[in-house]
């Protein structure tokens, strides 16, 4: 619950557009860009938190015979959300009903994931464009199109962007992301925790907003 409330609050004071910032004063857009990178700690911890309890609480219910083919499909697409495709396919590989029925079986599978990293899906904007997974992609330009990020750089690109012009573009990118984060809340109770869906869309959210500041701090000023 700390961690995800962490996650939250680092996503609002990014998307605190109402008061000026005094490290904006020369330049927002490195502000904006470090507002960022906050969020990958406390997203990632909390990342590797819920795969590891997620694990934790499979392997309970494989001692006590309580997996069977639906919970076995369960369990493979939150690995599958979590995990690297290298350590993915390597974790599915003795993954089965038959292995579970056995202790050997059983301490095989977790003496092989217990130790795995969550995939920091941020990475791979570190990567060429053409060497970018085609998931990570699309969902990334999903984003930067839902938050209406080509308009804004558009509009950013007309002429040259003064401190005005751009203020105003970083206010509505601000409020575009605010809004989609609306939905978010602080976490009550364990029914409010993120899901294995939740957390991606967080990183393509962070990697959009990455895109469009980095295009920003390349037009003439």
């Known amino acids: 619950m700390r961690l995800q409330s962490f996650v939250l609050a680092r996503l609002a004071d990014f998307c605190d557009w109402r008061v ?21 700690p406390p997203l990632y911890t909390l990342k590797q938190q819920l795969y590891d ?7 309970v219910r494989a001692e006590a015979g309580r997996i069977d083919e639906k919970a076995l499909e369960d369990f493979c697409f939150l690995l ?20 579970l029925s056995t202790l050997e079986g059983r301490t095989r599978l977790r003496q092989g994931l217990k130790h ?11 990567l060429p464009p053409e060497k970018r997974r085609p998931s990570w992609e699309r969902m990334v330009k999903e984003f930067y199109a839902r938050l209406d990020f080509v308009t804004l750089y558009r509009i950013a690109e007309r002429r040259k962007l003064t401190p005005r012009r751009l203020s105003a573009v970083l206010r509505r990118l601000q409020r575009n992301v605010g809004e989609y984060c609306s939905v978010l809340h602080h976490p009550r109770g364990p029914e409010d925790a993120f899901t294995p869906f939740m957390t991606p869309r967080i990183e393509g959210l962070v990697a959009a907003c990455n895109r469009l500041v980095a295009l920003l701090r390349t037009l003439p000023r």
């Open 80 to 99: 599958e959300r979590y995990l690297s495709p290298c350590d993915f396919v390597d974790a599915v590989y003795d993954l089965t009903l038959e292995r």
């Open 20 to 40: 000026r910032k005094p490290q904006e004063a020369d330049d927002p857009l490195p502000y904006l860009t470090a507002k960022l990178r906050e969020i990958e």
């Open 53 to 59: 309890d997620a694990l934790a609480d499979f392997l």
């Open 116 to 126: 795995l990293c969550v995939h920091r899906m941020l990475d791979e904007e570190q």
